[in-house]
């Protein structure tokens, strides 16, 4: 579809523009232009606007009319009435399929939660369960203004299904650990699902170094060399696991698996709390990424990342929920204040974590770390993955500073529109997707009901 969006406050998050007025032309899945508002345009459609919050539609001009003025045929314009524009968030670290356990196991240490509560379930999940439950996540990663998601569960062809129908963008990442998954899986992975559609791709990775036998994970070093590819894991997430593999290896897990050649080609971890200086250098040097989860870390009890650490050191930080069984909800604008006010508990410096970083974390950042390079910013060419704020909320107003207000004070309810691949598929409150959500609401249920009447 071609797509016009006028009358638009524009945040492209290009490094030094500011936000302008202006406008976003869309064809099938690439953005074409990003500038001021085109002259005379949109001017008859702002009178018949029905409320402040609310986006405004013509339909495409008569063939003779198109002609008789020279511009492009619009499948629909959009008067955003002042709403803003911007990049959609990048869910840089999730498990989908794990909607299943959301609320079913609070309020436990980490590792009781993980063998007792989580486990035993997982292991009664079919294919087909995680390609449901992950459709249900997908309706609220398009609410939350995600526009792309790194996941990591245990079925790669389901979940790409899912993913797929559902017309979501999607990075899975390899899950390999000693007890599911396997060094061959993860390379026929890689090399299927990097070819299978527009929204699909795949990068090498595995569960956590304290899940994988030193075999193992020399096996996936090996297959990052002979891809030159990076690779991603969890990593240093608790203060146990770091222990542990000091009395294995005698060095910390990061230190450890660069001592194999894991991040030889870049990569990076998932939550990276409990680090070293020297982690920290090595993490600088071989360009990893450290995607910070700070909703469950702070629930799970965990710790807090040394975010400041890691912007000092030039280490670049992305931002993920984890999975709906440890956050428990996916939502970035929760995320992002929990990033920045942590971080400055962290420091005792209410200075520490500015939100305008922070905004970069969840949008550019999180692109760069998933391989989505050309779905980063709002400019010509790139793929049209964007989201509309509603900035005519309580809560967005006054407009003192609009990248402030996104991190300090926004919500989900500001999020009015969700358009991944140049198609809209949130808007105003309602689902564009193939399945109604009902129906996804509905079979979640009927798995719930199986599964937990089984353990």
């Keep these: 579809m071609n797509i016009r969006f006028y009358n638009a406050k524009i945040l492209t998050m290009e490094e030094n523009r500011e936000i302008f007025e202006g406008e976003v032309h869309v064809r099938d899945e690439k953005i074409l232009y990003v500038g001021a508002n085109q002259e005379g345009a949109g001017s008859k459609t702002a009178d018949s606007l029905s409320g402040a919050g609310n986006l405004s539609e013509r339909s495409a001009p008569a063939e003779a009319d198109k002609a008789s003025a020279g511009g492009p045929v619009w499948d629909r314009e959009i008067d955003c009435k002042g709403n803003l524009l911007m990049p959609g968030f990048k869910d840089a670290h999730t498990h989908s399929g794990m909607t299943l356990l959301r609320s079913y196991a609070d309020d436990l240490p980490l590792h009781e939660w993980l063998n007792d509560r989580i486990f035993p379930v997982e292991a009664k999940m079919t294919a087909e369960d995680i390609y449901e439950l992950s459709k249900l996540a997908i309706l609220e990663y398009l609410t939350s203004g995600i526009t792309g998601v790194f996941d990591m569960y245990l079925t790669p062809d389901s979940i790409a299904d899912a993913f797929d129908e559902m017309g979501m963008r999607c990075v899975q990442v390899g899950g390999v650990n000693n007890f599911s998954q396997s060094v061959e899986m993860l390379e026929e992975m890689y090399q299927k699902l990097n070819a299978r559609s527009p929204l699909q791709s795949y990068i090498l990775g595995f569960h956590a170094e304290y899940t994988c036998s030193r075999e193992l994970l020399e096996q996936i070093a090996a297959l990052a060399h002979k891809y030159k590819a990076p690779v991603f894991t969890h990593l240093a997430e608790t203060e146990s696991e770091v222990a542990g593999c000091i009395e294995r290896y005698g060095m910390t897990p990061v230190a450890f698996l660069d001592s194999l050649g894991m991040f030889d080609y870049g990569g990076g971890g998932y939550h990276c709390v409990h ?113 509309m704020i509603d900035l005519h909320q309580p809560n967005m107003q006054p407009l003192n500073n609009i990248p402030k207000n996104l991190v300090y004070s926004g919500s989900k309810q500001n999020v009015i529109m969700t358009m991944i691949h140049g198609k809209i598929l949130y808007e105003k409150g309602k689902f564009i997707t193939k399945d109604a959500p009902e129906e996804i609401y509905r079979k979640a249920e009927i798995i719930r009901n199986r599964i937990m009447g089984e353990v």
């Design 275 to 387: 680090v070293t200086k020297e982690d920290i250098a090595i993490m600088k040097e071989k360009g990893l990424f450290a995607v910070t989860n700070p909703g469950s870390n702070s629930k799970l009890a965990s710790g807090i990342a040394p975010i400041t650490d890691y912007l000092k050191a030039g280490v670049g930080v992305a931002i993920g929920t984890d999975g709906p069984a440890s956050n428990n909800c996916l939502d970035m604008f929760r995320e992002m204040f929990l990033v920045t006010a942590l971080g400055k508990l962290r420091e005792k410096d209410a200075a520490a974590v500015d939100a305008m970083e922070v905004l970069k974390m969840a949008t550019v950042n999180g692109a760069h770390a998933m391989g989505l390079a050309d779905a980063d910013v709002l400019s010509a060419g790139k793929l049209a993955d964007m989201i």
